[in-house]
């Protein structure tokens, strides 16, 4: 966060922020862009004057955020959407030993979507059978590699998923054999993907995560999908909480 963009006189303004793993720099994600949103309309005198909408500007482009009654925050997500074509990850999938081929929605051998909700941001989106199969998946010993990207070339991460009988979506990341308990930004890449899967309208997903971790995440994704199926309109609802505070020298 840019602290020059906190000017008291100049709270209108987009607030500048800069996402940055310790690997890379990420144009987008939801921790920070829920989190940063949370911290400046919930204290006073953050932005100037205390109000209950914001907008963050991200590498990915502007985005707008409320501050709701609840104490979630929610955010517009400035999207450049895409599905790229299907690819089979058999490395993936062998590597997995407490799987079998019937755990798979596509089998073992099938090929499995790859969506972009902002370029530099992708993930693959593996469908799972049962909540038991996602309970058993594990991590991948590599970062995954996707040809063919182009612009949206950039992170890669595998967003496993069930649906579940109640519409809640059960869902696991990993970015290598690390697993992360709450991601926005895959959390609305999926809400994307499973919006155009229903066709035109306007859907809502509860998206649940790191429940094997201990660290349950509730997600809820709007999308809104028009002509043809077009994502239109992509928002991302969490709740935020301030664990720690303190300074970075230089």
Do not use: C
Request: charged content about 25%; hydrophobic content about 40%.
């Amino acid at each position: 966060m840019h602290e020059g963009s906190l000017d008291p006189n100049t709270s209108d303004a987009p607030v500048k922020i800069d996402i940055f793993t310790t690997e890379e720099e990420l144009p987008f994600a939801g921790h920070p862009t829920v989190g940063s949103s949370w911290f400046l309309l919930s204290g006073p005198g953050r932005v100037g004057k205390q109000r209950k909408e914001i907008v963050l500007q991200t590498k990915a482009g502007n985005m707008p955020a409320t501050l709701l009654d609840s104490g979630r925050v929610r955010v517009k997500v400035h999207t450049d959407y895409k599905e790229h074509p299907a690819i089979a990850f058999p490395w993936i999938k062998s590597a997995q030993i407490n799987l079998q081929g019937a755990d798979y929605a596509n089998g073992t051998d099938g090929a499995e979507a790859v969506v972009s909700i902002v370029k530099g941001v992708s993930y693959v989106l593996l469908r799972l059978n049962s909540e038991d199969a996602l309970k058993r998946l594990q991590g991948t010993s590599g970062r995954i590699e996707v040809p063919g990207l182009g612009e949206w070339q950039g992170f890669v991460g595998l967003y496993a998923f069930y649906e579940k009988e109640d519409g809640n979506v059960r869902t696991r990341m990993f970015a290598g054999n690390l697993e992360d308990p709450a991601t926005g930004s895959a959390a609305a890449t999926l809400g994307g993907w499973l919006g155009r899967q229903k066709g035109a309208g306007k859907w809502t997903f509860e998206i649940i995560q790191g429940v094997e971790m201990g660290r349950k995440s509730e997600i809820e994704v709007f999308v809104e999908a028009g002509e043809g199926n077009r994502v239109e309109r992509v928002e991302l609802s969490g709740n935020a909480v301030e664990v720690a505070e303190g300074s970075i020298a230089f």
